[in-house]
């Protein structure tokens, strides 16, 4: 029988794992999945997609952190409905969220970066008025040895990259 400190125990496991706005993974939950997929290349090459939303700043200066959070709540359902059941995508913080997926004949990471930005290219629908999103991308595929840390600095300079060049 689950007792009233079994539940508050599992609400705190999922605070400490999961985005409270999003419910995504955060930070610590996805570098956990991501050691655990790196050790296991026997699965496939794993991929990150890190994403950062160009122009956020700007809502929340004009609008407001509540219509900011409806924007990164949109953004995070978007975001879900791109992958697989078995991909992670987490929400890093403010505006960067990153997908973790298996790289697949079916699953190519840059062919999962177009389904991103086609989502993310429609406006979203706010308690304000309709606001534009769009996301700078940036892809990297594990090689063999990578880590975690090194994987997920590859992506972000990716996107990085990205970012600079659309300027």
Do not use: W
Request: hydrophobic content about 45%; glycine content about 6%; overall charge negative.
């Amino acid at each position: 029988m689950e007792t009233e400190g079994d539940r508050a125990a599992a609400v705190l496991r999922r605070q400490a794992r999961f985005d409270a706005l999003t419910g995504l993974a955060n930070r610590y939950e996805l570098e956990e999945q991501l050691t655990r997929a790196l050790e296991a290349p026997e699965q496939g090459r794993v991929a990150l997609l890190v994403a950062d939303l160009d122009g956020f700043k700007p809502i929340n200066d004009s609008y407001g952190h509540a219509v900011g959070d409806e924007v990164l709540a949109a953004v995070a359902r978007r975001l879900r409905s791109c992958v697989r059941d078995n991909d992670t995508v987490a929400r890093l913080g403010g505006d960067e969220f990153v997908i973790l997926t298996r790289v697949t004949a079916a699953v190519e990471p840059t062919e999962l970066a177009a389904r991103i930005r086609k989502a993310l290219r429609d406006p979203v629908q706010t308690s304000e008025g309709v606001l534009k999103v769009a996301a700078s991308l940036g892809v990297a595929v594990a090689e063999l040895g990578s880590d975690a840390s090194d994987l997920l600095r590859q992506a972000d300079r990716a996107m990085y990259r990205v970012k600079l060049a659309q300027r």
